[in-house]
């Protein structure tokens, strides 16, 4: 089953992985949960995003609006 | 990993920093309020365990940001707080207030979109610290395409 996967730290960051997906259909998945989460502020794919079955992994490192 | 993003969350949404304050036992009134350099936010104030002053969340406010690529688009939700580099509140609880909230608004989106979702206690597997691991099930997205057979429902459209 597809899934996405959000680990929140205590120290305020976070990183989302999405699991089960097919070709690049894991980015329009974690969509919804990351702009109603905030705003992405850096993005980056690696050779491994074109797979057909893929593994992403968003990062939290600043939580605050100030 | 295949993808990687960096993601700044706006606590913003009323209702989940009602609800993040709730879960923490933390008291909530809504009003305005003078911090110690004058600025005057009004919102729903947070009260952080030793924090001297609240913190305030103004859910109306908005405000520009100059994006890498040089664009600009307009975000709604600001966060006053003054701790004084942790000599007025601990930075801490911040952040935990952060957490939780990006716990719950994670949460109350999956489920408006119809997916359910699961929550447990996990540790780093470098640091061992303990995080917050939010499953979120989706039965049917396995099927490929540009969307992956989602149904998004109205769930991720209420953020600007």
Redesign the interface.
């Given at each position: 089953?597809?899934?996405?996967?959000?680990?929140?730290?205590?120290?305020?960051s976070?990183k989302?992985e999405t699991t089960?997906?097919?070709?690049?259909?894991?980015?329009?998945?974690s969509?919804?949960?990351?702009?109603?989460?905030?705003?992405?502020?850096?993005?980056?794919?690696?050779?491994?995003?074109?797979?057909e079955t893929?593994?992403?992994?968003?990062?939290?490192?600043?939580?605050?609006?100030? | 990993m295949s993808h990687t993003a960096t993601i700044n969350i706006d606590v913003k949404d009323p209702q989940v920093v009602r609800k993040t304050a709730e879960r923490l036992g933390y008291e909530v009134t809504e009003g305005e309020c003078q911090m110690y350099d004058g600025t005057r936010a009004t919102g729903i104030q947070v009260r952080l365990p030793g924090w001297r002053y609240p913190v305030v969340v103004d859910t109306e406010a908005s405000w520009e940001e100059t994006l890498s690529d040089g664009t600009t688009v307009t975000r709604k939700g600001r966060v006053y707080s003054d701790n004084y580099n942790g000599s007025w509140g601990d930075q801490k609880f911040m952040d935990e207030f952060t957490q939780i909230y990006g716990v719950e608004k994670a949460s109350q989106e999956a489920s408006m979109a119809g997916y359910t979702c699961s929550e447990a206690i996990v540790l780093h597997p470098e640091t061992g610290a303990e995080e917050i691991e939010l499953t979120i099930n989706m039965p049917g997205s396995d099927l490929g395409g540009d969307n992956g057979g989602l149904n998004l429902g109205g769930g991720g459209l209420t953020v600007e």
């Open positions: 089953m597809a899934q996405i996967k959000i680990r929140f730290a205590k120290d305020g976070s989302i089960g997906f097919t070709g690049t259909s894991c980015q329009s998945a969509e919804f949960i990351e702009k109603a989460l905030g705003h992405s502020a850096e993005d980056e794919k690696t050779a491994e995003f074109y797979k893929d593994t992403h992994t968003h990062l939290n490192v600043d939580e605050s609006n100030e | -």
